[in-house]
């Protein structure tokens, strides 16, 4: 089969044969129709995601759509390195697969997952935000950031503030219903100010940045709590501005802090899975705000760097034989 191929971290995959892949137990082989550029997929291809591991050459890609012998099409998921998703044919858990229900169409489902699912267990299974709760999203204009707003509004949060630091982004966000947003683009001291002024009384932050953002958040919605008591929930789900923190221990003792993850190991199995059928169930009425781009496989190595505007992300897929091409 063909498949992209990551021979050196960091490099960009090229479109080479390779053998089909020998399912292990509890694996079945889909043929791909669909496999998302998450940053996730970037991150494990260039070595600096926890999941990476050290085994080369490796085919990058998380998730997908895929069809199973019998014709039905799936989502996927669970794929660990060296094997991924980003070829003719992938070997999936089948305890992953989930049917695609009528009116999802495989590039937009392939697009649309990763972040949604990241935003649906950050804020309802780690942060567990209410009807009525109030909630900071810090790095609130990737995909993954304003599917953190869309759902946040669909619990029924009485506040939820987005931050981020493209203008265009944060104005589409207020468009969606969002209560109060913050430009990063500023300086710390601005921002600060910002923060502290909407967002001292929030429940949770569901953290797409992490880095110095992460910093500057912190001390500031530490400074502005009208009651120290009221728990607050710091929810790091990705680190789009930097892998780490520093972290005052007094921020812990000032307010009732809790700070914890969402992703791949935090998250209890059953849980994701049963968030996941949920998801996508919900997927046909849901407002998309992702632009997803389909690309034939066989271009992986010319648009692995493509440069994409704000909400959009580029799907791999085998089958189409050239960009722009509806599978
Ligand atoms: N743990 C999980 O389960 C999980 C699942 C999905 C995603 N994630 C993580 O969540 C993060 C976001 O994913 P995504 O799908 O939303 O990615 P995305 O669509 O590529 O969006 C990334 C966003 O980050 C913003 N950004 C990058 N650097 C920034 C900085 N220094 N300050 C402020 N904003 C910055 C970009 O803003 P501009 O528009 O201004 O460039 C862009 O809006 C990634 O780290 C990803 O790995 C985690």
């Not at 669909?34 to 991150?43: I, K, Q, T």
């Not at 999936?92 to 590039?107: E, F, K, M, N």
């Not at 791999?316 to 091409?325: N, Y």
Request: hydrophobic residues 45%; negative net charge; proline residues 8%.
């Amino acid at each position: 089969m063909y498949a992209a191929v990551v021979h050196a971290f960091g490099e960009s995959p090229r479109y080479e044969l390779l053998p089909d892949p020998a399912p292990g137990d509890g694996e079945v082989v889909v043929d791909v129709l669909a496999a998302g550029l998450h940053p996730l997929v970037r991150a494990v291809a260039a070595g600096t995601h926890y999941t990476s591991g050290d085994r080369l050459p490796l085919v990058p890609g998380y998730d997908g759509v895929g069809r199973l012998e019998s014709g039905e099409a799936v989502y996927f998921s669970g794929l660990v390195p060296p094997h991924g998703s980003m070829a003719e044919r992938a070997a999936a858990p089948r305890s992953s697969l989930i049917p695609l229900p009528d009116g999802l169409d495989p590039v937009t489902t392939a697009a649309l997952v990763n972040p949604m699912i990241s935003a649906w267990m950050a804020l309802y299974e780690r942060a567990e935000l209410q009807a009525g709760g109030a909630v900071l999203i810090l790095g609130a204009t990737g995909n993954a950031g304003r599917a953190a707003a869309q759902l946040a509004l669909l619990r029924g949060a009485q506040k939820v503030v987005a931050a981020g630091r493209n203008a265009e982004a944060l104005r589409e966000l207020s468009g969606m219903g969002v209560h109060q947003t913050v430009s990063l683009d500023a300086s710390d001291e601005e921002v600060a100010v910002s923060l502290g002024e909407v967002a001292g009384d929030v429940d949770a932050v569901i953290d797409y940045l992490w880095g110095h953002p992460a910093e500057v958040a912190l001390a500031a919605v530490a400074g502005a709590r009208p009651d120290p008591a009221q728990p607050l929930r710091w929810v790091a789900v990705g680190s789009m501005a930097g892998p780490s923190i520093a972290l005052p221990s007094d921020v812990l003792r000032r307010i009732n802090l809790d700070i914890c993850g969402s992703g791949a190991g935090s998250a209890v199995p059953d849980r994701v899975d049963a968030s996941l059928r949920s998801l996508i169930s919900l997927l046909p009425a849901a407002e998309v705000r992702t632009e997803a781009i389909a690309v034939p496989l066989a271009e992986v190595h010319q648009a692995w760097n493509r440069n994409l505007a704000t909400g959009q992300r580029l799907v791999f897929c085998p089958d189409l034989i050239a960009s722009g091409t509806p599978v």
